[in-house]
């Protein structure tokens, strides 16, 4: 992992960012195939797992877990919308249960999650505990993101629509890039940091095709535990990756006309919400549906 000095240098200079507008919205008109960083993670991952996803559209029901994440994302969206001052940890906190309220009154799953006000009084000392992590990792009275909660969409030579939700985008004034992940679960052992980092590559790579500039900084923070995962990437690195989505697109694209969707058992299978219907489970899948949906993926 490369945590040089060059790293160091890029989070320096991008301490202090000006603000610039820019969240792009999706365009809902017909086009060709299109691929999200998710959605090729889960056909890396195990392509029953995408085809479950992907082809059958199963529904997934939140878990606290998720719910967590969806409320940590929303506050610290919320968290720019104030004047850069008042970004402290107590007006954090004070965003979570009127974002929560929100979130639970658009998804009534969400609130359902919990049998009482003891249950989820608990849950949310967690979500807050993660609020104040935060506050350890950067402050945010000193930056200005450039857009938040980003939808980004290019399409390559190939015709293959890549696409995805960023997190955050920030531009510094000498107007390097930094793409920023929240994440709320554990942060990777070593050996998984290829696969965390494929996401940033990703959509660094949209970037790149976007604004014709490689982003000067990867940066995924590990909210739960107070880490952050840092990395400059360079064109071969966004080449290199092209390359491996144009072939994990290509391996999507034969399961599909064959039909052939090989489940790919892993310690993930614990966490797997389709576990019942996995042969390796002694499940069946469901009939694959008569018409596959034109599109490979959604964000
Ligand atoms: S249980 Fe495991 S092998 Fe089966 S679909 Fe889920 S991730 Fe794939």
């Known amino acids: 992992m490369p945590y040089g000095s060059r790293v160091e240098e890029t989070a320096a200079i991008l301490d202090v960012l000006p603000g610039t507008p820019g969240t792009e919205a999706p365009v809902d008109e017909p086009r060709g195939p299109a691929l999200s960083p998710s959605r090729a993670a889960d056909f890396m991952t195990c392509p029953l797992l995408y085809r479950f996803r992907v082809i059958d559209r199963l529904p997934e029901p939140p878990t606290t877990a998720t719910a967590r994440g969806t409320l940590v994302h929303a506050a610290l969206e919320r968290l720019f919308d104030l004047p850069a001052a008042e970004r402290t940890p107590e007006a954090a906190r004070a965003l979570l249960i009127p ?3 929100r979130l639970a009154a658009e998804e009534p799953e969400l609130a359902a999650l919990f049998p009482d006000e003891a249950a989820r009084g608990s849950w949310l000392e967690s979500t807050i505990a993660i609020m104040d992590t935060y506050f350890t990792l950067e402050d945010p009275r000193r930056l200005e993101p450039a857009a938040r909660e980003s939808y980004v969409e ?28 929240y994440k709320t679960g554990r942060a990777p052992r070593e050996a998984y940091e290829a696969s965390a980092l494929f996401q940033m590559k990703f959509y660094a790579l949209v ?8 982003p000067r900084l990867l940066q995924l923070m590990y909210l739960a535990e107070g880490e952050v995962l840092r990395y400059p990437p360079d064109e071969s ?63």
């Open 99 to 101: 974002e929560w309220d």
């Open 154 to 181: 290019t399409t390559l030579d190939s015709g293959l629509r890549l696409r995805g939700y960023i997190d955050r985008l920030d531009v510094a004034p000498g107007g390097e890039i930094r793409i920023v992940d």
């Open 237 to 299: 690195d966004l080449l290199a990756t092209e390359r491996k989505i144009m072939a994990l697109w290509q391996a999507i694209e034969r399961a599909r006309t064959a039909g052939d969707w090989r489940p790919r058992p892993s310690k993930l299978c614990d966490w797997c919400n389709h576990k019942a219907l996995c042969p390796e489970f002694g499940g069946t899948p469901p009939p694959l549906p008569p018409a596959l949906p034109p599109e490979g993926g959604g964000a």
């Open 207 to 214: 970037i790149w095709r976007l604004r014709g500039q490689v």
